[in-house]
């Protein structure tokens, strides 16, 4: 199995709602990752785990909340988001530091509109 | 400090024509060097990447990269493109002492059209 599965695909909330994104692999991955993308844009590093623990925060809004259950899978909470917030949300894993390299693995996304 | 720059946002190519897509780097250090791909909608995949060795790369849907160190560049080349290499295509690198980042270039759409 060589896939980042993330759901939902869609997700419209409003501003005070509170929802989660989810994201898993099973490829034996112990570094994941949450991107953002605009439209037309690069994505951006929001962070990273590596070991279920998290190693890099890219100065993120605590408006959102990463969390590693298990080696699996990475959820991130939304809350209080704001509408320039909307963007394609991506989940990717790769091997861990240590590792011989970085090849990420990227899921399809999860299309966040934030009303 | 590193940087990215794909040197052309969109390029325009003809069905089976060749085409070939910009990328310059800067980095302090030795480098790893990636090309994604992200069809409509979709997420990123990864076409090609460099690592060490042979500075000519082979990657999947026939594309392929050339390293060079001199120049700093890594550019993305397909001989004869189809409809369906429509796609937004990303540079990428990650220091080799820095694992967990890759940094993006801006992206070059490319559209091809019978």
């Known amino acids: 199995d060589t896939e980042v599965t993330q759901t939902p695909k869609h997700l419209v909330m409003g501003m005070t709602n509170k929802k989660s994104l989810k994201c898993e692999q099973h490829m034996g991955h112990r570094a994941m990752y949450w991107y953002k993308q605009k439209a037309k844009k690069p994505p951006e590093l929001m962070f990273v785990?590596?070991?279920?623990?998290?190693?890099i925060n890219e100065s993120v809004p605590s408006r959102f909340s990463p969390e590693c259950p298990n080696s699996s899978l990475l959820n991130l909470h939304l809350h209080a988001l704001q509408p320039e917030d909307s963007a394609l949300y991506l989940c990717?894993?790769?091997?861990?530091?240590?590792?011989?390299?970085?090849?990420?693995?990227f899921g399809p996304g999860t299309r966040l509109t934030v009303l | 400090a590193q940087s990215v720059t794909q040197l052309d946002s969109q390029v325009p190519v003809f069905e089976e024509a060749p085409v070939e897509l910009r990328c310059n780097y800067s980095s302090s250090v030795s480098v790893y060097l990636f090309w994604y791909v992200q069809y409509p909608n979709q997420g990123l995949q990864l076409l090609l990447k460099y690592l060490s060795g042979s500075t000519l790369v082979k990657g999947i849907n026939g594309f392929e990269a050339e390293f060079n160190k001199s120049q700093t560049s890594f550019h993305l080349r397909k001989p004869s493109v189809h409809i369906s290499d429509t796609a937004e295509y990303f540079c990428?690198?990650?220091?080799?002492?820095?694992?967990?980042?890759?940094?993006f270039g801006a992206g070059t759409q490319v559209v091809v059209t019978p």
């Open positions: 990717a894993s790769s091997h861990a530091a240590g590792e011989f390299y970085n090849e990420q693995f």
């Open positions: 990428a690198v990650s220091r080799t002492d820095s694992w967990g980042k890759l940094q």
């Open positions: 785990y590596s070991y279920e623990k998290l190693s």
